[in-house]
């Protein structure tokens, strides 16, 4: 039997099959719809009378939302096998990411024009990369069912960082991002630095796949 010599499109054909069904696995038609609820929630909620203070912690909670679904799409179906097999994984990984991040970022975006958004857009962006960016980072280190609750955790830092700001000693650095205003370049420094870093550890490693009967592994 002789061997089949696949055409010269069997390469761009077969890549792409590969990232539809990495996108399906992911289910990031999901994702991209919480992000739309997320957005128009956030645009019906700014439409509403708040205190100063609500105005600021009211952006925080749907950028919080939008990164935990984010970080809610790096959870793996096939486990062992998928490892073993994808070679392209750290790219569709960083795509995928890099996709659905941009995506919360517009969306979010186009909810507050034209709208009294604490803060302003460009804000909003710095502190949703960097939400974005705690939760890959918590999918590779405690695995996609547990992402959730660093972006949470560091969602209630931000919200207390901020209540400091009326209610004082007003809490102050880099790290608390969200609580600094748009002109602190090392806030946004920061924020960019772990999204940075949560990309990168995302795509080389994948998320941690914790075994049921209580042991792990990484995805290579």
């Given at each position: 039997?002789?061997?089949?010599t696949?055409g010269?499109?069997?390469?761009?054909?077969?890549g792409?099959r590969?990232?539809?069904?990495?996108?399906?696995s992911r289910?990031?038609?999901?994702?991209?719809a919480a992000?739309?609820?997320?957005?128009?929630?956030?645009?019906?909620?700014?439409?509403?009378?708040?205190t100063?203070?609500?105005?600021?912690?009211?952006p925080?909670?749907?950028?919080?939302?939008?990164?935990?679904?984010?970080?809610?799409?790096?959870?793996?179906?096939?486990?062992?096998?998928?490892?073993?097999a994808?070679?392209q994984?750290?790219?569709?990984?960083?795509?995928?990411?890099?996709a659905?991040t941009?995506a919360?970022?517009?969306a979010?975006a186009?909810?507050?024009?034209?709208?009294?958004l604490?803060?302003?857009?460009?804000e909003?962006?710095?502190?949703?990369?960097?939400?974005?960016?705690?939760g890959l980072?918590?999918?590779?280190?405690?695995?996609a069912?547990l992402?959730w609750?660093?972006?949470?955790?560091?969602?209630?830092v931000?919200?207390?960082?901020?209540y400091t700001r009326w209610?004082?000693p007003?809490?102050?650095?880099?790290?608390?991002?969200?609580?600094?205003?748009l002109h602190?370049?090392?806030?946004?420094a920061?924020?960019g630095?772990?999204?940075?870093?949560?990309?990168?550890?995302?795509?080389?490693r994948?998320a941690r796949?914790?075994d049921?009967?209580?042991?792990?592994?990484?995805?290579?």
């Amino acid at each position: 039997m002789s061997a089949v010599t696949p055409g010269p499109s069997a390469g761009p054909m077969a890549g792409l099959r590969l990232a539809q069904l990495y996108v399906l696995s992911r289910r990031v038609p999901v994702a991209l719809a919480a992000i739309a609820v997320s957005a128009v929630a956030l645009w019906t909620a700014l439409h509403w009378r708040w205190t100063a203070y609500g105005a600021f912690q009211l952006p925080l909670i749907f950028e919080a939302a939008c990164a935990t679904v984010v970080a809610a799409t790096t959870a793996s179906p096939f486990g062992e096998p998928e490892r073993a097999a994808g070679r392209q994984l750290p790219w569709l990984r960083l795509g995928t990411a890099l996709a659905l991040t941009a995506a919360a970022a517009v969306a979010l975006a186009a909810a507050g024009i034209g709208t009294d958004l604490a803060g302003g857009i460009l804000e909003m962006v710095r502190n949703l990369i960097g939400l974005t960016g705690i939760g890959l980072l918590c999918a590779a280190l405690l695995g996609a069912a547990l992402a959730w609750t660093a972006p949470a955790a560091y969602l209630l830092v931000a919200v207390y960082a901020l209540y400091t700001r009326w209610h004082g000693p007003a809490l102050t650095g880099p790290w608390i991002w969200p609580a600094q205003p748009l002109h602190d370049i090392s806030a946004a420094a920061c924020a960019g630095l772990v999204f940075i870093a949560g990309l990168a550890v995302f795509a080389l490693r994948g998320a941690r796949n914790v075994d049921p009967d209580g042991g792990s592994s990484d995805s290579h």
